[in-house]
């Protein structure tokens, strides 16, 4: 799994954490962000995409099911005021309700 630049997380939640900042890089570049982009990242997990996106875009909303993990995501995420972590599951997280609105 390394070498797809992930890391094995919970086998409940079948997580794998994105680890190499290369394919950081990629993602960053392939998702074609502005910086006026209100962005809705599903599942944040240690906040290592969500650390770079905070720093390109107007707001970014991180959701994440495991709350083991809430520590962690809301320490690294606490220097970004235009992000909101929502401790939820997505499928049932009401995305109308999200302000601001994504835009990406």
Do not use: K, Y
């Not at 900042?21 to 982009?37: C, F, G, H, K, T």
């Not at 599942?43 to 970014?60: I, N, P």
């Not at 235009?82 to 999200?98: R, Y």
Request: aromatic share 4%; with cysteine.
């Amino acid at each position: 799994m390394s070498e797809a630049g992930c890391r094995a997380g919970g086998r409940r939640l079948g997580q794998n954490f994105l680890v190499d900042r290369n394919i950081l890089d990629v993602i960053e570049r392939l998702a074609e962000l502005d910086s006026d982009d209100v962005v809705l990242e599903i599942g944040g997990g240690q906040g290592v995409l969500s650390e770079r996106l905070a720093g390109e875009v107007a707001f970014l909303h991180v959701v994440e099911l495991d709350r083991r993990l809430e520590d962690g995501l809301r320490e690294v995420l606490a220097e970004f005021p235009n992000v909101e972590v929502h401790m939820a599951d997505a499928l049932g997280l009401d995305f109308s309700a999200l302000a601001p609105a994504p835009t990406a």
